[in-house]
């Protein structure tokens, strides 16, 4: 049994910071692929940053690049989401979610077979 759970989240303002992590029970992040996943009002399941460490190949959506980073602690087997300059059309329940193979677009969310509950993320104006 796996489950993916993951903290972090919260309220900031335009321009604020937050760090997602996602830990794995039953489960270790390989080579398979990882990403970070959101939904609002006007997107289910966006992809937003995935990282498949078998091809040494992380992809962003357009929308965060510059300002999101994720990254695999090995050591603790934790996914991180590092948000910075956060806008309000950043604002979505955000979840991390993996899979043991790595489909043909790391930000399509179809392929991945774990995904932890979400954490809300809120930015205000």
């Known amino acids: 049994h796996v489950q993916l759970v993951e903290s972090g989240g919260g309220s900031v303002q335009t321009g604020g910071a937050l760090r997602l992590s996602c830990g794995a029970s039953g489960y270790t992040f390989s080579r398979g692929c990882m990403g970070w996943f959101r939904q609002n009002s006007v997107t289910e399941h966006e992809g937003v940053a995935g990282?498949?460490?078998?091809?040494?190949?992380?992809r962003y959506v357009d929308s965060v690049k510059g300002r999101f980073t994720i990254s695999l602690d090995n050591a603790t087997n934790t996914l991180y989401l590092q948000m910075n300059s956060l806008k309000p059309e950043d604002t979505a329940m955000y979840f991390c979610a993996a899979s043991p193979t790595c489909g043909a677009w790391p930000l399509d969310p179809r392929p991945y077979t774990y995904w932890s509950q979400g954490t809300q993320v809120t930015v205000s104006s």
């Open positions: 990282f498949y460490p078998g091809a040494r190949s992380v």
